[in-house]
């Protein structure tokens, strides 16, 4: 008996140790299963954090949903009135009674009964004529008032055709509004159209930094059992918030150029502009933050899935940007600006350095040089050996006799002016001199400008200048 006691005991014994050993596997298992529900919880946080900005990156290719100049123009023209969708009510189909018996044996009754036949009929007939006549009328009002909205939809599509500055404008801003970003901000889109130069501004509110994320990811954190964000931090913000303030830049000139189906638009100036306070009176302020400018032609010669956003901005595009060194966008002025009231350009007082005389754009360069703090003597507009103004500075450290030669050209500068210029140069006894053109310089001018003590300035260099020094220009080729 002792014997078998001892064997149950044994038993019992092992079988509770199976299954503590099985609540212990149990609890492992949930506990398991917990921890990695709480990492992928946190890797799927920080997937929609990366989700959406990659988004960001990809506004460039945002399209707008279509609308047609027709639809467009049909929007501002009055329905059919709705009374007029109504159809009259048909007259109910005559039902006559049936003739008595005596109706039928009697003559007296028998007349009586055809005449209520025929007046019943002459009634019905009469009805019927009244429903057809308003039925007739109504389609007959419907068809004149459709007629009349094909009437002014054609011509106020050959205005548009024609370059009317309201319709114009109006339509552009319209398509703009259609685009649909991956974020919500208020759209206010002002807009300017010039018929002669076929240039259109666009005033465009941008959204704020509030569509940059806080949080850069998620992570769980074991010991504390808590998912905690990953702050993201200022300058990534900054560079996060600047790339897609130059991405909606470039898809709203995209998407102007891509639906100018009829061709009035050659030239586009983007002014974006945001709303902010004034920290020094507390004050509502709209600064600009970029202003960029490009013509049909040199937009679609850019591959947009190759660029550096803001080098095609400031470079290909005459950007006005200007941003400090924690990444942040300063006010700017704009190229030029629209009239929003007339819907068209403002005059404004941008030069554009390819229209000026080349004799105006020497003295507009020594302008410049005054503004920077040189003393400038501008020599003989013609005869002048080679050299268009002589600099002075009496800094004791970068001080010294500057001579300059500025060229008005569209096309690059090559080797044998440079050439010309070294020799003016090496003959004369400033201590240096500057090369400034209108276009741009080959790599090999570069490099033989640093050979033979010459800075170079190109065209996009030169307008940076103009508009930081107060002379507000620009350059557009025609």
Same mark, same amino acid.
């Given at each position: 008996?002792?014997?078998?006691?001892?064997?149950?005991?044994?038993?019992?014994?092992?079988?509770?140790?199976?299954?503590?050993?099985?609540?212990?596997d149990?609890?492992?298992?949930?506990r398991e299963e917990?921890?990695?529900?709480?990492?992928?919880?946190?890797?799927d946080?920080?997937?929609?954090?990366?989700?959406?900005?990659e988004?960001?990156?990809?506004?460039?290719?945002?399209?707008p949903n279509?609308?047609?100049?027709?639809?467009?123009?049909?929007?501002?023209?009055?329905?059919?009135?709705?009374?007029l969708?109504?159809?009259?009510?048909k007259?109910?189909e005559?039902?006559?009674?049936?003739?008595?018996?005596?109706?039928?044996?009697?003559?007296?009754?028998?007349?009586k009964?055809?005449?209520?036949?025929?007046?019943e009929?002459?009634?019905?007939?009469?009805?019927?004529?009244?429903?057809?006549?308003?039925?007739?009328?109504?389609?007959?009002?419907?068809?004149?008032?459709?007629?009349?909205?094909?009437?002014?939809?054609?011509?106020?599509?050959?205005?548009?055709?024609?370059?009317?500055?309201?319709?114009?404008?109006?339509?552009k801003?319209?398509?703009?509004?259609?685009?649909?970003?991956?974020?919500e901000?208020?759209?206010?889109?002002?807009?300017g159209?010039?018929?002669?130069?076929k240039?259109?501004v666009?005033d465009?509110?941008?959204?704020?930094?509030?569509?940059?994320?806080?949080?850069?990811?998620?992570?769980y954190?074991?010991?504390?059992?808590?998912?905690?964000?990953?702050?993201?931090?200022?300058?990534?913000?900054?560079?996060?918030?600047?790339?897609?303030?130059? /991405? @909606?830049?470039? &898809?709203?000139?995209? *998407?102007?150029? $891509?639906? =100018?189906?009829y061709?009035?638009? #050659?030239? +586009?100036?983007?002014?974006?502009?945001?709303?902010?306070?004034?920290?020094?009176?507390?004050?509502?302020?709209?600064?600009?933050?970029?202003?960029?400018?490009?013509?049909?032609?040199?937009?679609?010669?850019?591959?947009?899935?190759?660029?550096?956003?803001?080098?095609?901005?400031?470079?290909?595009?005459?950007?006005?940007i200007?941003?400090?060194s924690?990444?942040?966008?300063?006010?700017?002025?704009?190229?030029c600006?629209?009239?929003?009231?007339?819907? /068209? @350009?403002?005059? &404004?007082?941008?030069? *554009?350095?390819? $229209?000026? =005389?080349?004799?105006?754009l020497? #003295?507009? +360069?020594?302008?410049?040089?005054r503004?920077?703090?040189?003393?400038v003597l501008?020599t003989?507009?013609?005869?002048?050996?080679?050299?268009?103004?002589?600099?002075?500075?009496?800094?004791?450290?970068?001080?010294?006799?500057?001579?300059a030669?500025?060229?008005?050209?569209?096309?690059?500068i090559?080797i044998?002016?440079?050439?010309?210029?070294?020799?003016?140069?090496?003959?004369?006894d400033?201590?240096k001199?500057?090369?400034?053109?209108?276009?741009?310089?080959?790599?090999?001018?570069?490099k033989?400008?640093?050979?033979?003590?010459?800075?170079?300035?190109?065209?996009?260099l030169?307008?940076d200048?103009?508009?930081?020094?107060?002379?507000?220009?620009?350059?557009?080729?025609?």
């Open positions: 008996m002792a014997k078998k006691g001892l064997e149950n005991f044994t038993d019992k014994v092992a079988k509770d140790l199976i299954k503590k050993q099985s609540i212990r149990e609890q492992r298992k949930i917990y921890l990695e529900n709480k990492y992928k919880e946190a890797s946080l920080t997937n929609d954090i990366e989700v959406y900005i988004s960001l990156n990809n506004i460039i290719n945002i399209n279509v609308i047609s100049i027709e639809e467009f123009i049909k929007r501002d023209i009055q329905d059919v009135p709705k009374e969708l109504v159809p009259y009510t007259p109910i005559l039902s006559l009674r049936k003739p008595t018996l005596l109706e039928k044996i009697s003559k007296k009754s028998k007349q009964y055809n005449l209520y036949i025929q007046q009929n002459e009634k019905y007939e009469k009805e019927y004529k009244l429903y057809e006549e308003n039925e007739n009328n109504r389609k007959n009002k419907i068809k004149a008032h459709n007629l009349q909205v094909e009437e002014i939809i054609k011509t106020k599509k050959e205005l548009y055709k024609n370059q009317d500055a309201t319709l114009v404008s109006n339509y801003a319209e398509i703009l509004k259609q685009v649909q970003y991956p974020f901000f208020k759209k206010c889109i002002n807009t159209y010039c018929k002669d130069s240039k259109l666009i465009y509110l941008l959204p704020d930094r509030k569509i940059v994320p806080e949080t850069i990811r998620y992570e954190k074991k010991t504390i059992d808590s998912i905690k964000s990953i702050p993201i931090n200022e300058k990534d913000k900054n560079n996060i918030y600047n790339q897609t303030i130059y /991405s @909606v830049a470039l &898809n709203v000139i995209k *998407n102007i150029f $891509d639906k =100018d189906i061709n009035n638009i #050659d030239t +586009v100036v983007f002014n974006g502009y945001i709303n902010d306070i004034d920290l020094a009176t507390g004050q509502d302020i709209s600064p600009y933050i970029i202003s960029a400018m490009v013509d049909k032609n040199t937009f679609n010669s850019i591959d947009m899935n190759r660029i550096d956003k803001l080098t095609c901005l400031k470079e290909t595009m005459q950007g006005r200007d941003i400090n924690k990444l942040c966008l300063n006010s700017i002025t704009p190229i600006k629209c009239d929003y009231l007339n819907k /068209s @350009v403002e005059n &404004n007082d941008s030069i *554009n350095l390819l $229209d000026v =005389d080349p004799f105006i020497e #003295d507009l +360069v020594s302008t410049l040089f503004n920077m703090g040189y003393d501008q003989n507009k013609t005869n002048d050996g080679g050299i268009d103004c002589i600099l002075n500075h009496d800094d004791p450290i970068v001080g010294g006799k500057v001579i030669q500025v060229k008005r050209y569209k096309n690059n090559d044998p002016k440079l050439r010309e210029f070294e020799s003016v140069l090496r003959n004369s400033a201590m001199g500057i090369f400034i053109s209108t276009s741009n310089f080959s790599s090999n001018c570069e033989f400008a640093s050979d033979n003590n010459i800075s170079l300035i190109n065209g996009n030169l307008v200048y103009f508009n930081q020094y107060g002379i507000n220009s620009h350059i557009l080729h025609k």
